[in-house]
């Protein structure tokens, strides 16, 4: 599902079921760069052709980032007239390129920890290797990303790459006069681009290190936002909806150090990814649709988070009691007054 939003759509192509986490990991760090995540899951299951779909949904998109694995994924019933035998990824990538899109490819190594998958036909491999071969030879530059951190730091990187263009065509302009003056001043030109280059670089580890701890801050604040919110209707006269959220901001960006305009704009997004991150527990992702306003669904993800701390062995009773209580504030949000109270009441036993 794509919520409406004013920032740059960028469509994430991958092979669900050898990437989906990786894609999962891109998309979370498109949105904390500015950009509005999009893609379409593909398991091989669907019937009819997929195309139209995928051409209305990249028509929409500034540009895509396109994570070449191993696998081949599904494809069309039969092959595409200007494209030949491909699957819907690398159709993604290339109909993209077709309408004038910009394409980011980043190339997946074998020693990546892609998702576990049955391994495909060795005609799929085949056609699947071709297809990466020819994309290293028209791409030129590429290095096959080995982890997760690797993959983190190269998509960070794509904030900076028409500035990275132009500043690259200005520093050839200037070497080009230059060469037409003396020799020497090549040399020169060389050793500022080293210097330049390993500055970037080191701008660019701190702000991974940087984003790194405010998405970890951010995943901290929707797991302590129900309980602030809770804390603050007790103490907060009158039902003035705006004046709690704003205090709850405020409380929460106080706790986390992070400036409350900032956590306001940002938590809903992240609370939105964390919804659906194969790595968050059920409590998380409880939390993270409270934060999103999706009540029902944080109840249902509540109710069912306690009954993995009480089905547990040894159980945990203190993560259930947690999830019970959170599952009342959800219903209480929802006007289920007499439910709320039977969460609160088991969460008391």
Same mark, same amino acid.
């Given at each position: 599902?794509?919520?409406?939003? $004013?920032?740059?759509?960028?469509?994430?192509?991958?092979?669900?079921?050898?990437?989906?986490?990786?894609?999962?990991?891109?998309?979370? #760090?498109?949105?904390?760069?500015?950009?509005?995540?999009?893609? $379409?899951?593909?398991?091989?299951?669907?019937?009819?052709?997929?195309?139209?779909?995928? @051409?209305?949904?990249? /028509?929409?998109?500034?540009?895509?980032?396109?994570?070449?694995?191993?696998?081949?994924?599904?494809? *069309?019933?039969?092959?595409?007239?200007?494209?030949?035998?491909?699957?819907?990824?690398?159709?993604?990538?290339? +109909?993209?390129?077709?309408?004038?899109?910009?394409?980011?490819?980043?190339?997946?190594?074998?020693?990546? *920890?892609?998702?576990?998958?049955?391994?495909? *036909?060795?005609?799929?491999?085949?056609? $699947?290797?071709?297809?990466?071969?020819?994309?290293?030879?028209? #791409?030129?530059?590429?290095?096959?990303?080995?982890?997760?951190?690797?993959?983190?730091?190269?998509?960070?990187?794509?904030?900076?790459?028409?500035?990275?263009?132009?500043?690259?065509?200005?520093?050839?302009?200037?070497?080009?006069?230059?060469?037409?003056?003396?020799?020497?001043?090549?040399?020169?030109?060389?050793?500022?681009?080293?210097?330049?280059?390993?500055?970037?670089?080191?701008?660019?580890?701190?702000?991974?290190?940087?984003?790194?701890?405010?998405?970890?801050?951010?995943?901290?604040?929707?797991?302590?936002?129900?309980?602030?919110?809770?804390?603050?209707?007790?103490?907060?006269?009158?039902?003035?909806?705006?004046?709690?959220?704003?205090?709850? +901001?405020?409380?929460?960006?106080?706790?986390?150090?992070? /400036?409350?305009?900032?956590?306001?704009?940002?938590?809903?997004?992240?609370?939105?990814?964390?919804? @659906?991150?194969? /790595?968050?527990?059920?409590?998380? @992702?409880? #939390?993270?649709?409270?934060?999103?306003?999706?009540?029902?669904?944080?109840?249902?993800?509540?109710?069912?988070?306690?009954?993995?701390?009480?089905?547990?062995?040894?159980?945990? *009773?203190?993560?259930?009691?947690?999830?019970?209580?959170?599952?009342?504030?959800?219903?209480?949000?929802?006007?289920?007054?007499?439910?709320?109270?039977?969460?609160?009441?088991?969460?008391?036993?």
């Amino acid at each position: 599902m794509q919520s409406v939003s $004013q920032r740059p759509l960028i469509f994430v192509s991958a092979v669900t079921r050898e990437l989906e986490s990786a894609r999962q990991l891109v998309a979370n #760090t498109l949105t904390f760069l500015g950009y509005e995540p999009a893609w $379409q899951d593909l398991f091989g299951t669907e019937g009819g052709d997929l195309r139209e779909l995928l @051409r209305q949904r990249i /028509d929409q998109c500034n540009g895509v980032v396109q994570l070449v694995g191993h696998c081949y994924g599904a494809e *069309p019933p039969k092959p595409d007239e200007k494209f030949g035998r491909v699957s819907y990824t690398q159709y993604e990538a290339l +109909y993209a390129r077709e309408r004038d899109k910009k394409v980011w490819y980043l190339f997946i190594d074998p020693n990546f *920890p892609a998702d576990s998958c049955a391994e495909e *036909p060795e005609e799929e491999r085949e056609l $699947q290797t071709a297809y990466r071969r020819r994309l290293e030879t028209d #791409t030129h530059l590429f290095h096959p990303l080995t982890s997760r951190e690797a993959l983190e730091a190269s998509v960070l990187k794509l904030r900076d790459d028409l500035t990275g263009l132009r500043r690259g065509a200005k520093r050839w302009a200037a070497a080009v006069a230059l060469l037409l003056v003396m020799s020497v001043a090549l040399g020169l030109w060389l050793l500022l681009g080293e210097r330049r280059t390993q500055r970037e670089v080191g701008e660019t580890k701190q702000a991974l290190a940087s984003m790194t701890a405010e998405m970890s801050q951010l995943r901290k604040g929707i797991v302590e936002f129900p309980h602030v919110e809770a804390q603050v209707r007790q103490n907060q006269r009158g039902n003035d909806a705006t004046a709690v959220q704003d205090k709850v +901001y405020a409380e929460l960006a106080k706790q986390l150090g992070i /400036d409350p305009k900032t956590l306001r704009e940002k938590l809903p997004q992240f609370a939105d990814q964390l919804k @659906r991150a194969s /790595d968050a527990s059920s409590y998380e @992702r409880a #939390t993270a649709a409270y934060v999103a306003r999706d009540f029902a669904e944080a109840e249902r993800l509540a109710t069912l988070a306690t009954n993995q701390a009480k089905e547990a062995y040894p159980p945990k *009773p203190g993560e259930a009691i947690k999830a019970l209580e959170l599952a009342g504030w959800a219903t209480q949000q929802l006007v289920h007054s007499s439910d709320a109270l039977r969460h609160f009441r088991a969460a008391e036993a």
